[in-house]
């Protein structure tokens, strides 16, 4: 299997990330609603807690808009986006016990955690999207801990980056389900 083919194996399967994306969207404005009406700490648990459920959510999104919500056995890619869950999940303990010091920072720190992950994906799916995505997040959580901005700030940026890349890779997936059969009936020939 090419590394091309690997990776539109891997836009197949998982609808080009877009619905983990999104998943991960809803997880934050879960913690945005918990870093408003709640208190910091619930927020922070409510984003921990949420994160165990992207994947899931995600893949059953994946297969209510068409997608396998896997890849195929022997897919490299595969091997390299588990490595990059454990990377995240490696993070998870710093940015918790940075929390524990100064709350407003385990947002900002979640967003360069979060950030570092999508530019993996960027080789995972073969997009350009992906280091966009990673950039801006990485960014939002460097200006946000800057400018030491609130929690519920800091929740809510996520949530809506997420949801606005959610879109954007929603997008671009359909495009590159359309031109897909063609692409496949030419590889045949």
Not at 117 to 138: C, E, N, P
Not at 158 to 177: D, M, N, P, S
Request: aromatic share 12%.
């Amino acid at each position: 299997m090419s590394v091309t083919q690997a990776q539109s194996d891997m836009r197949q399967g998982y609808y080009s990330g877009a619905t983990g994306i999104l998943a991960s969207s809803l997880a934050w404005f879960v913690a945005a609603g918990f870093a408003a009406l709640a208190s910091p700490p619930q927020a922070v648990w409510a984003l921990l807690i949420g994160g165990m459920f992207i994947h899931p959510v995600g893949l059953l999104l994946c297969r209510l808009l068409g997608s396998r919500g896997s890849h195929e056995k022997g897919n490299p890619l595969g091997l390299l986006a588990g490595a990059s869950t454990f990377w995240l999940i490696f993070c998870l303990p710093v940015a918790y016990l940075l929390s524990l010091w100064q709350p407003a920072l385990f947002f900002p720190a979640m967003l360069l955690v979060i950030g570092g992950r999508y530019l993996v994906f960027a080789t995972i799916y073969g997009m350009r999207l992906y280091w966009v995505l990673g950039l801006v997040l990485a960014g939002a959580g460097f200006a946000l801990a800057v400018l030491k901005a609130s929690v519920f700030a800091g929740a809510l940026a996520g949530a809506v980056l997420e949801a606005v890349f959610a879109i954007a890779c929603v997008v671009q997936h359909r495009r590159f389900a359309a031109i897909m059969p063609a692409r496949e009936r030419r590889s045949q020939h």
